[in-house]
């Protein structure tokens, strides 16, 4: 699979830095960011939405009960 990434300065410069601090190419260092990730994900699968729901996010701000349906009418009123 080819893959084709926009990265900023900030961005390309940490990547710089992890190849040179690995003796890596982009590819291995893409390679290492995926296993790390899949590491600390294959085991827990089933908690990203989950995880949320029984979070505090959901519920957390108060608003008009019609938000959802009129959310542009609430934006204009804010931004006038």
Known sequence: MRITAQLDDEYTSKLEFLKRQNGLSTTGVIKLAIETLYALRR???????????????????????DGSVNCKKYVMEYLD
């Not at 085991?43 to 009960?65: H, M």
């Open 43 to 65: 085991d827990k699968p089933e908690n990203t939405i989950q995880e949320l729901l029984a979070s505090d996010f959901v519920g957390a701000w108060q608003g008009p009960s």
